[in-house]
């Protein structure tokens, strides 16, 4: 079965630094795998997807995340954290076996970000 | 603009009541899902529709029913069954498949008085 684990649940960091959240998966099959991002009372807006081509995934606002099979990560970065950044992120796998659509969520990571 | 709408925002409902939230698209989306959110637990999977006329259980259903007639339309009624209602709720749909990724309404935020 398919889970993800976030591994902060919270991350603080100073406006115009580097930002890294966490998240490995376990799947059976090759996955689908989803950052999310969340402001406060709204809804998800997706941020970037990997479908098995590049390894390397490149998505809005300049974050970006990179599948790493061996290790079963795929941590999003991005290199200079603006105010805007401050949400909650959501790392998602993709139920892939049944091919439902059916996401699976990790716990979040809620990032702050400082002046 | 084609997107997922759900109504309304905040809802209070007394105990023992049974409540209805609202989740339409007009994304021409096959499946449609219901998602609960409550802190620190991430979102969990309370229904889902593949197709018009036909619904499954997700992980969390007590409580719970849905109807799917329209492939537009996917409401989800919170019954006096429920034992701990209160809880922000996302409506999501996507196309058929694994590799789509999933479009999110708005939220409504229920509240039990």
């Known amino acids: 079965a398919q889970s993800v684990t976030q591994l902060d649940s919270h991350v603080s960091v100073s406006e115009g630094t580097p930002v890294l959240l966490r998240c490995n998966y376990s799947?059976?099959?090759?996955?689908?795998l989803f950052w999310y991002v969340q402001h406060p009372n709204k809804g998800l807006q997706l941020l970037l997807k990997?479908?098995?081509?590049?390894?390397l995934v490149k998505g809005i606002n300049g974050f970006e995340a990179e599948f790493k099979k061996s290790e079963t990560s795929f941590h999003l970065t991005k290199p200079s954290a603006h105010m805007s950044d401050a949400a909650e992120y959501f790392c998602?796998?993709?139920?892939?076996?049944?091919?439902?659509?059916?996401?699976?969520f990790g716990q979040g990571t809620t990032l702050q970000v400082k002046p | 603009d084609g997107g997922i709408t759900q109504s309304p925002k905040y809802l209070f409902r007394k105990e023992g009541q049974n409540v209805t939230l609202s989740c339409e698209q007009n994304?021409?989306?096959?499946?449609m899902y219901w998602y609960r959110q409550d802190p620190g637990q991430g979102l969990r999977l309370i229904y889902y529709?593949?197709?018009?006329?036909?619904?499954q259980k997700g992980d969390i259903a007590e409580g719970y029913s849905v109807s799917r007639e329209k492939k537009e339309s996917f409401p989800l009624t919170v019954t006096s069954a429920q034992k701990n209602p209160t809880a922000f709720y996302l409506c999501?749909?996507?196309?058929?498949?694994?590799?789509?990724?999933?479009?999110f309404g708005q939220g409504t935020r229920l509240t039990v008085v």
């Open positions: 799947s059976s099959y090759s996955p689908s």
């Open positions: 998602v796998v993709s139920e892939g076996s049944s091919n439902t659509g059916k996401l699976i």
């Open positions: 994304l021409n989306h096959d499946a």
């Open positions: 999501a749909s996507t196309l058929q498949g694994a590799w789509t990724e999933a479009f």
């Open positions: 529709s593949q197709i018009v006329n036909d619904f």
């Open positions: 990997y479908t098995s081509a590049a390894t």
